[in-house]
């Protein structure tokens, strides 16, 4: 625990306050960036600047030319320190009772300039860590002259408090009956998409990659048909060149691309959607032959009611018929019923998809009826859906027919 101060002990809402070490240190690890206050000729400055704790010491990355860092120079700067975490924010009948949930911590205390090479090294190391543990093996370390740009302050964790507010809605008892909505809107800082830099060829991190269940996993899957292999902006071009075709985009929820940048930004699309969990997506590859043929998916994803549906397929008209796109629907089944556990399994495809339906229909799956006006078709005009689905308990039966309607069909060479 930390000791109470004059500087630290609360004059209001004395409930929401903490001393607790570890509560302090878990708020400073998880947040990224603190204000750093302090005082220049007598007038106050604030810098927002990035941060890690080593230990019982916080420290502060800064420029050798900026006044925090040249006042430290001598005894020490004394600073205030404050680290926020936003977690949500309380919508309350009344005006006054509009809160936030939160966590934060403010720390007083005199900053020291890092002077040890060694100290100096150990905390920018510590900082590219902080962004994703490997990263400091995985970028260049800094120069001399870059180490003479950069500065880091040290401030002891000694003058520390902590403060949150958690729950929900505190109206008072009179405001209970208003008719307005209350409650509690969450806010979670999540990581994007990673957004490659023009010119990198190397994969994105694995420090930097969702860590998804396996729901949400495109694991690589072998036939003797087609290869499933995630899908990947590198895919485009051969995508492209495989699937360039007015029949095979006719039933689709997007047109026909007019060129591989449209269809970059499908891709691009697909893959924002896997990164919100929304999908998981597979590139076709000629088991034979190596090239890309074609694409599909898993959406509706819901682990919780072990469902999933295969769709946003599309396939290169001449591998249409040919055992591709069957051994691929065998295989995401197998993986849903046998690695996932899935109960179901559903398809949707355009009532005017006659050649769609038959061959969902082949597959095993029973149809379950149309969804009207279900989707927005490109042309602006309203799509009725035709939703099928495989129980587990007819997926042993399916399995055996489809894996012998394989079985005397030799891999095509296209």
């Known amino acids: 625990m930390y000791a109470p101060t004059a500087r630290t002990t609360a004059s209001r809402s004395r409930e929401r306050m903490s001393y607790d070490r570890a509560a302090a240190h878990a708020v400073l690890d998880e947040a990224y960036h603190c204000a750093?206050?302090?005082?220049?000729?007598?007038?106050?400055?604030?810098?927002?600047?990035?941060?890690?704790?080593?230990?019982?010491?916080?420290?502060?990355?800064?420029?050798?030319?900026?006044?925090?860092?040249?006042?430290?120079?001598?005894?020490?700067?004394?600073?205030?320190?404050?680290?926020?975490?936003?977690?949500?924010?309380?919508?309350?009948?009344?005006?006054?009772?509009?809160?936030?949930?939160?966590?934060?911590?403010?720390?007083?205390?005199?900053?020291?300039?890092?002077?040890?090479?060694?100290?100096?090294?150990?905390?920018?190391?510590?900082?590219?860590?902080?962004?994703?543990?490997?990263?400091?093996?995985?970028?260049?370390?800094?120069?001399?002259r870059e180490l003479a740009e950069t500065a880091v302050l040290a401030l002891p964790l000694v003058e520390v408090s902590v403060r949150t507010r958690t729950g929900g809605v505190k109206d008072d008892p009179a405001d209970l009956d208003l008719p307005h909505w209350a409650g509690v809107v969450p806010l979670r800082l999540t990581p994007g998409r990673p957004e490659p830099d023009a010119g990198?060829?190397?994969?994105?991190?694995?420090?930097?990659?969702?860590?998804?269940?396996?729901?949400?996993?495109?694991?690589?899957r072998h036939g003797r048909h087609v290869l499933l292999e995630p899908l990947d902006l590198s895919h485009t071009d051969e995508l492209y060149a495989a699937t360039a075709d007015p029949e095979v985009w006719q039933y689709l929820s997007r047109p026909l691309?007019?060129?591989?940048?449209?269809?970059?930004?499908?891709?691009?699309?697909?893959?924002?959607?896997?990164?919100?969990?929304?999908?998981?997506?597979?590139?076709?590859?000629?088991?034979?032959?190596g090239a890309v043929v074609g694409s599909t998916s898993y959406y509706e994803i819901d682990p919780g009611q072990r469902s999933v549906a295969i769709g946003y397929t599309f396939l290169g008209r001449p591998w249409w018929r040919s055992g591709i796109n069957t051994e691929a629907k065998l295989l995401l089944l197998a993986r849903a019923f046998d690695e996932l556990g899935a109960v179901r399994v559903v398809w949707h495809t355009d009532l005017r998809n006659e050649r769609s339906q038959r061959a969902i229909e082949r597959l095993g799956a029973q149809?379950?009826?149309?969804l009207r006006r279900h989707r927005l078709r490109p042309d602006g005009s309203w799509r009725d859906t035709v939703q099928y689905s495989m129980t587990v308990d007819e997926w042993p039966n399916a399995q055996v027919t489809l894996r012998e309607r394989l079985r005397g069909r030799a891999p095509v060479v296209r």
């Open 36 to 144: 750093l206050g302090f005082t220049v000729d007598g007038a106050p400055r604030v810098l927002p600047t990035l941060h890690v704790r080593i230990g019982d010491t916080l420290y502060l990355h800064g420029s050798t030319g900026s006044r925090p860092l040249l006042a430290a120079r001598g005894d020490g700067l004394p600073v205030c320190v404050a680290v926020t975490l936003l977690d949500g924010l309380v919508y309350a009948r009344s005006q006054f009772h509009h809160s936030a949930n939160y966590r934060s911590v403010i720390a007083h205390g005199t900053a020291r300039l890092v002077t040890d090479p060694g100290e100096r090294a150990d905390v920018l190391t510590a900082l590219m860590e902080k962004v994703g543990t490997g990263r400091a093996a995985e970028s260049r370390p800094p120069n001399r």
């Open 200 to 220: 990198v060829t190397a994969p994105v991190p694995a420090y930097l990659r969702p860590t998804p269940s396996p729901w949400h996993e495109p694991a690589v």
């Open 257 to 289: 691309p007019t060129g591989p940048a449209q269809l970059r930004e499908i891709v691009a699309g697909a893959l924002a959607e896997q990164h919100r969990h929304e999908r998981v997506a597979w590139v076709q590859r000629c088991a034979v032959t």
């Open 367 to 370: 149809r379950e009826g149309v």
